[in-house]
């Protein structure tokens, strides 16, 4: 661990976010995601016993109008873009950025998202098929370095492989616990030594989860992520009485 910060490292979408209506919205570019309150008082008493970061495929914009509504939850960092953009607070330039003209230039037709910061986002034409293997022959012919990555009907193009893992570790943290439940979390919920999940997570998240002896809840949606940040706080509580982590 080097002496690194110990840190909860939290997901986002799946894990703390659900579609079923809450107490707090997120919107997103055509639905929202919701928080329950009783989800966001659990996350406020677990930052005052441990560093809490989040780590996401969202952008920092999209992410502030999430924080700003938790006022009470104190976060230490905040790994964006699939851990492309790492910062101690949102409002941060980014030491890094990428620029895409290249290939939007190819794709007029196409719809780019606003406010990423290192990656570029995208949609497709309406009725358009198989978009992330038209991008990758794109970026091939036109000899244009990027990783394609396809969330659903958006598809992103990433300077490199990202990983939320090395964002954590840019903020120079290490991921005491992880929540997490998608193939993007993989990297951090292994290096993790506490990991959760939801039932509805990717079987290979729960697989790592399972193996390294953390907790899956057997529950949905916001029930789940409240049972999650509830064994959360208790199992923070315990390392603080046993071990030599210093709360915050």
Same mark, same amino acid.
């Given at each position: 661990?080097?002496?690194?910060?110990?840190?909860?490292? %939290?997901?986002?979408?799946?894990?703390?976010?659900?579609?079923?209506?809450?107490?707090?919205?997120?919107?997103?570019?055509?639905?929202?995601?919701?928080?329950?309150?009783?989800?966001?008082?659990?996350?406020?008493?677990?930052?005052?016993?441990?560093?809490?970061?989040?780590?996401?495929?969202? $952008?920092?914009?999209? %992410?502030?109008?999430? %924080?700003?509504?938790?006022?009470?939850?104190?976060?230490?960092?905040?790994?964006?873009? $699939?851990?492309?953009?790492?910062?101690?607070?949102?409002?941060?330039?980014?030491?890094?950025?990428?620029?895409? $003209?290249?290939?939007?230039?190819?794709?007029?037709?196409?719809?780019?998202?606003?406010?990423?910061?290192?990656?570029?986002?995208?949609?497709?034409?309406?009725?358009?098929?198989?978009?992330?293997?038209?991008?990758?022959?794109?970026?091939?012919?036109?000899?244009?370095?990027?990783?394609?990555?396809?969330?659903?009907?958006?598809?992103?193009?990433?300077?490199?492989?990202?990983?939320?893992?090395?964002?954590?570790?840019?903020?120079?943290?290490?991921?005491?616990?992880?929540?997490?439940?998608?193939? $993007?979390?993989?990297?951090?919920?292994?290096?993790?030594?506490?990991?959760?999940?939801?039932?509805?997570?990717?079987?290979?998240?729960?697989?790592?989860?399972?193996?390294?002896?953390?907790?899956?809840?057997?529950?949905?949606?916001?029930?789940?992520?409240?049972?999650?940040?509830?064994?959360?706080?208790?199992?923070?509580?315990?390392?603080?009485?046993?071990?030599?982590?210093?709360?915050?």
């Amino acid at each position: 661990m080097d002496n690194k910060q110990q840190v909860l490292v %939290v997901d986002l979408d799946g894990t703390l976010l659900h579609p079923e209506p809450e107490a707090i919205a997120v919107p997103g570019r055509v639905s929202y995601r919701y928080l329950s309150q009783k989800s966001a008082n659990l996350l406020a008493d677990i930052s005052k016993l441990i560093p809490i970061v989040i780590a996401t495929a969202r $952008n920092a914009q999209n %992410v502030k109008q999430l %924080v700003q509504q938790i006022p009470d939850v104190c976060f230490w960092g905040f790994v964006t873009e $699939n851990g492309l953009v790492a910062k101690f607070h949102l409002d941060e330039t980014p030491r890094t950025t990428s620029n895409w $003209n290249a290939v939007t230039n190819l794709l007029p037709n196409w719809s780019q998202l606003t406010g990423y910061e290192n990656c570029l986002g995208l949609i497709a034409p309406k009725y358009f098929e198989n978009s992330d293997s038209f991008l990758r022959k794109i970026l091939f012919e036109n000899d244009i370095t990027g990783y394609v990555y396809l969330d659903g009907h958006k598809i992103f193009i990433y300077p490199s492989m990202p990983s939320k893992l090395k964002g954590i570790q840019f903020l120079k943290f290490f991921p005491l616990i992880t929540l997490g439940n998608d193939l $993007n979390d993989l990297n951090i919920l292994n290096a993790s030594h506490y990991t959760a999940t939801l039932s509805t997570a990717h079987e290979e998240v729960k697989e790592v989860v399972n193996r390294k002896g953390g907790y899956c809840s057997s529950l949905n949606s916001h029930a789940a992520t409240e049972e999650l940040l509830l064994w959360t706080y208790e199992l923070v509580t315990s390392i603080l009485k046993y071990s030599n982590l210093q709360p915050v």
